[in-house]
């Protein structure tokens, strides 16, 4: 039975080109047993919450279950708000959560931060049985390392990878994923 992985890319001009290198290094850990879904998320340059998590919605309405999701940095946050938003019917296996930026509190607060905010209470809000984890290396020079213990703390389900080095892309070697990935147990692929 083929695993589906959707894939959701960072934001700014040329984020989907600069996260196809992680899509593929996934790919090409997980081998032929996986099959990476990465989407052209619209607007990529403004990377406006409501439309990436209906374009989420959408991508998870077409693809066999159960489903893995990995976000890398804004796609991360747009990944774990969306995802304790929808409602999601589907079985999620697992969640990944690459390099992302924490919104408010200690984090970010830049203009319209709030959109990306995480509501009070939303690690119960989460598919049930998800396995969830994140990753940051400590020498990411777009998101401060710090911002990982921010989602631990509100994420306390969440396993956590301190990575040392890979910068904010992981040296586009995401095969410490691809563990992950291919440790959940058999039965959360079960239908």
Excluded at 21 to 26: Q, R
Excluded at 62 to 71: D, F, S
Excluded at 79 to 86: D, L, N, Q, T, Y
Aim: net charge negative.
């Amino acid at each position: 039975m083929t695993k589906h992985v959707l894939f959701i890319q960072g934001a700014g001009e040329g984020a989907y080109e600069d996260d196809k290198a992680l899509a593929a290094s996934l790919q090409d850990a997980l081998g032929p047993e996986y099959e990476i879904h990465y989407p052209a998320m619209l607007n990529e340059e403004d990377a406006p919450y409501e439309l990436w998590k209906q374009q989420i919605e959408t991508e998870l309405g077409a693809m066999p279950e159960p489903v893995m999701l990995v976000g890398h940095s804004v796609g991360a946050s747009v990944v774990i708000k969306g995802v304790g938003e929808m409602g999601i019917e589907k079985p999620i296996a697992g969640i990944f959560l690459i390099a992302g930026p924490f919104w408010g509190g200690d984090g970010w607060r830049y203009e319209g931060y709030e959109e990306l905010e995480l509501p009070e209470g939303i690690s119960a809000r989460l598919p049930k049985g998800a396995s969830i984890f994140l990753y940051h290396c400590r020498d990411d020079e777009i998101v401060p390392f710090e911002h990982l213990a921010l989602y631990a703390q509100i994420l306390p389900q969440a396993r956590v990878r301190e990575l040392d080095e890979g910068g904010h892309q992981l040296d586009n070697d995401l095969s410490v994923v691809a563990e992950d990935i291919k440790r959940l147990p058999s039965a959360q692929f079960a239908k």
